[in-house]
């Protein structure tokens, strides 16, 4: 199954769970239920955009984007995060107000039931998700699966916080589990808002996925070929290196350009969905970066 079967996948489930918990929260009128349900509404708004956005990121090389669009799955975990944080301050709004003004709760465990079958759900998809994220390397996928993760645990949390109201009367506890969790999924949010943050600004590759390029390019070093000024970044699923091959002034033109393609076949090889870029050099010459006539 492909990454946006996966996705498609994800909004039927939670539209199937925005109904178990829609109906939890309905029989019991929990506040900690109604953050749960709340939380699966973004994750359909989430779900559907991560599909939005992998759709383009899957779109070829063009005139305006000749280096593709892979860069577009980063733009579905920023947003995803921001709609998880959104949902938890509304989630701490609706606690605070039942925190002032305590309800009794209703059928709670029909409301547990409903709730328990949403995380199984839940969590089924969102450990394959997970696999599937790592394989293709999807940030969007990945983003998606996480916030199902999250979901679980929220999930959880209001299980156990709703039996602790049953067993002790305490109906202050239904509110204050729906703050903790809000809170929870607040920091949830900021850590994807930061990933994809950073995604957008070039990160450098994995160190071990740096370590296997070093370890290929050890192959052809040799007192006659050199390697400098390796730089690495990745874009959504595609992932890219540039650096430059010193080689002896005399090689022919051909000589040097058959040596560079074998270098970029092996790189390839040994790194999934890697694109090397090599700029051949004399063994006598230097390339200069970082001049301070750059930055005027």
């Keep these: 199954m492909q990454v946006r079967s996966y996705l498609k996948l994800s909004i039927a489930v939670a539209l199937a769970t925005i109904a178990l918990k829609t109906g939890a929260w309905w029989v019991t009128d929990s506040v900690s239920l109604l953050s749960d349900a709340l939380e699966s509404l973004v994750n359909l708004a989430g779900a559907m955009f991560a599909l939005t956005m992998v759709t383009v990121a899957d779109q070829p090389p063009d005139a305006d984007h ?11 975990s920023g947003f995803e995060g921001v709609l998880i944080m959104v949902a938890a301050l509304a989630i701490m709004w609706a606690a605070g107000h039942r925190l002032l003004d305590p309800q009794p709760l209703e059928d709670v465990g029909l409301g547990l039931a409903l709730s328990v079958a949403s995380s199984v759900l839940n969590g089924a998809l969102a450990f394959a998700m997970l696999r599937k994220a790592r394989e293709h390397r999807s940030m969007a996928l990945e ?7 999250t979901d679980v645990w929220t999930s959880a949390g209001v299980v156990v916080g709703l039996l602790a109201v049953k067993f002790t009367g305490w109906l202050w506890l239904d509110p204050v589990v729906a703050i903790l969790l809000a809170l929870n999924i607040l920091r949830e949010g900021g850590s994807l808002v930061r990933r994809s943050a950073d995604g957008l600004m070039d990160r450098a590759l994995e160190p071990e996925v740096r370590a296997e390029i070093e370890k290929t390019l050890d192959v052809f070093r040799h007192q006659a070929i050199r390697f400098d000024h390796v730089s690495t970044r990745r874009a959504g699923q595609r992932r890219f290196v540039d650096l430059h091959m010193h080689m002896p002034s005399g090689w022919t033109l051909g000589r040097a350009a058959a040596l560079r393609t074998s270098v970029e076949q092996a790189l390839m090889s040994a790194v999934p969905g890697l694109r090397a870029s090599i700029q051949l050099l004399p063994m006598d010459v230097e390339a200069h970066f970082d001049d301070s006539r750059d930055l005027l």
Excluded at 67 to 76: D, M, V
Excluded at 143 to 149: M, Y
């Design 66 to 76: 000749p280096y593709g669009h892979h860069k577009a799955e980063y733009f579905s």
């Design 143 to 149: 983003a998606d699966a996480r916030h199902l993760i």
